[in-house]
């Protein structure tokens, strides 16, 4: 399971296009406690493989990375 700042790292996006993705369910998240979000490595697999990653560019709007 993998923390959402993984999960931007990964896909080379910034934190808060990680958690838009969330939010507007196209990457799918569990709740683990009161505060965290993990995203199974089976489930950002999937979202690459759909396509997820390359269709990023539309939720970015300029974001820069904020890392």
Known sequence: MLKIP???ER???GLRTAYRLV???ELRAVR???RG???ADAELERF???GGAGALAAHTNGETDGR
């Open 32 to 34: 683990v406690g009161s």
């Open 6 to 8: 993984e999960v931007a």
């Open 37 to 39: 979000l993990r995203v």
């Open 48 to 50: 690459i493989a759909a």
């Open 11 to 13: 896909l080379s996006i």
């Open 23 to 25: 939010a507007g369910g």
